[in-house]
């Protein structure tokens, strides 16, 4: 876990890409969150000062006001209504004994314990210890004159009300804002970090594609990236929500009672806790879960390109059996985690709600009925409330703890893939060489230990071509490799027109190369479009002279749209000359200097292997021809054929030359011959 730190300072310095509308939206969430929290302190207020609030001492008037209520005769006026040095009379009580309210013609204190028998009023004052009792005339309110009380404070209850209402609208639309804000911030960043890997893709050295498996690269371009996509969209936007929620929740709790304020603070540390303990299971879990898709990607990247083998061997059962196994362990992963949220999850905040619920109404209780401070209904609803409000943040935080895991572990595999040591793209041009290519005693392995390539040395001229020959696994390819740059040699130089490639940027050497495959690879597209590679630099005019010059009138006339004519992923509605046509008129239309030839009539029938020798001649014309080929028949008229094998040159000639020394090859060419007889 030592680069968990490393992993958040990486996914907010992205979030800082697009600071400004995000700080925009934590703002608008601030007012959105003030906004809602100022509600319980309108209750509150229209609780003790309008509603329990008729139960102060009221003072009979002279005369009639706003604020004054006729009562049998007599005008009254609620006390905390009457200015300073304002005339009244005597004052009177409006006291609850049940359900009832009762009239009283005298002051009373605070009391927590009253009782009516008839129109006697029996009330009890002081500690639970030093009580005493206080018996007087009541008088029983309908409730006409109940209302009547009521009436003066209707006009501000109703003030309050709409100021109520008008918070919350203003809340749900900062809360729409920034909610807003935050998902348009979020995609712009997974856009950013989406193209970050794609364009790191194309950075990476050959050898990583060597060693990982396409579909774990693909699982962290979609699964991986789409993960941290719920983390700022969702995971993000709650838990700063959250955050803030329980800061404007603490505010104002301390402010209407630091003692209970204290009580609930105690659900920090067990919500860092709790978070904590959460983490250091589920980081374990997750890790393997994203692994394990990552595997079930790439084996089903594997078995659909894989089908025609798969179906040809018989290999259903088997490969579902081995599918079935990665996939039960993904399984019992999930369940393992869904095990640990749901212990973790809304019922142990439930719990958590309900014992600090009761502990806050047992504190109540307790200096209600020994009267230490007593504390308004008012409050007391205000209190409740902000703290049922208080356990929807806790709750949408532990809700989110495995979308953040999950977001932590996925962020880790892409920014691991960021991390691998790339080759910058390096932009500008190069003049187009003059193809004269030499190996000086170049050595090379794949792993750093076993050598596939041992003291190679040759020299290709301008315009010559040049063949490789030899077993499988003698080196062929591998030259080609260290030519294009997609691996340096271990040991020894290799130079075009004098330069050392090493010493200029890959994209510039590669520049002026073109290659044809074996099995040429074609994307989804057109004709034209896959002849051109979509590159400005090269104009329709030059597509269609390339495919002419090659011939691919010959096997591709008939086609309905002609060059416009639609092609799947890998051409697979062509046929294989067909492909290699278009591969040949790539190679041409981009006009390379130096040409590699891969195999490229290997796959070829014999009625079509005359038109591909055609475009053959066409493309290695003017140009430096690389061929590597076990058809010994497609290089008798090279100008240098070099024998491999087990990395080393052994033989080296024309083909005259070669037949001469009666060696390794000659001993190639008439096996292949008497085969072809036969």
Known sequence: MEQAPSVNRRLFQYARLY???ILIALIMLVIAVSAELTGPFIAKRMIDKYIVGIEQTWYQM???????????????????????GQPHGKSVTLLQVGRSFYFVNRALPYTTDASVQGSTLTVRTGGTS????????????????????YQPEIPRLWRLAFLYFGLLLISALFTYGQRYL??????????????????????????????????????????????????????????????????????????????LALICMLLVPILWAWVTLYRKYAVTVNQKIRTLLSDINAMINETIQGVPVIRAFNR????????????????TNQIRLLAVNSATGYNLAGALRNIFTIALLSFFGWRYFHLAGVISFGTLYAFVDYLNRLFQPVVNIVNQLANLEQARVSAGRVFELLDQPAIDVVDGTMPRYQGDVEFQDVSFSYDGHKEVLSGISFAAKHGQ???????????????????????DPDKGQITIDGQDISS??????????????????????????????????VSRAAVNQALREVGAERLMGHIEKGWDEPVLEKGSTLSAGQRQLISFARALAFNPAILVLDEATS??????????????????RGRTTFIIAHRLSTVRNADLILVLDKGQIVERGTHEELMNLQGRYQQMYRLQQAGNAV
């Not at 009792?133 to 004159?145: H, R, S």
């Not at 200029?504 to 040429?520: E, K, N, S, T, Y």
Request: net charge neutral; glycine share 6%; hydrophobic share 40%.
């Open 603 to 620: 796959s070829i029938d014999t009625e079509t292997e005359t038109v591909i020798q055609d475009a053959l001649e066409v493309l290695k």
């Open 182 to 259: 935050l998902e348009v911030s979020a995609n712009r960043i997974l856009q950013r970090m989406r193209r970050d890997v794609f364009a790191q893709i194309h950075r990476l050295p050959v050898q990583y594609f060597d060693n990982t498996p396409a579909g774990k690269i693909v699982s962290r371009v979609t699964n991986d990236t789409e993960a941290i996509r719920d983390f700022y969209v969702t995971v993000l936007a709650n838990i700063v929500s959250a955050v803030i929620n329980m800061a404007g929740i603490y505010v104002a709790l301390l402010i209407l009672g630091v003692r």
């Open 130 to 149: 030093s009580s005493q009792a206080i018996q007087t005339t009541a008088l029983p309110l309908t409730p006409t004159e109940l209302f009547r009380f």
């Open 504 to 537: 200029l940027p890959r994209q510039h050497v590669r520049r002026h190369m073109g290659i044809v495959l074996q099995d040429p690879f074609l994307f989804t597209g057109t004709i034209a479009g896959n002849v051109s590679l979509e590159d400005e630099s």
């Open 19 to 21: 600071q400004r509308p």
């Open 465 to 487: 071509t040049v063949a490789l020959v030899g077993h499988t696994g003698s080196g062929k390819s591998s030259i080609m490799n260290l030519l294009f740059r997609f691996y």
């Open 316 to 331: 259903q059962q088997r490969t579902l059996g081995e599918f079935d196994e990665v996939n039960e362990q993904f399984f």
């Open 62 to 84: 002279p005369t009639a006001t706003d604020n004054t209520v006729p009562f049998r005769g007599h005008l009254y006026q609620r006390s905390d209504t009457v200015s300073k």
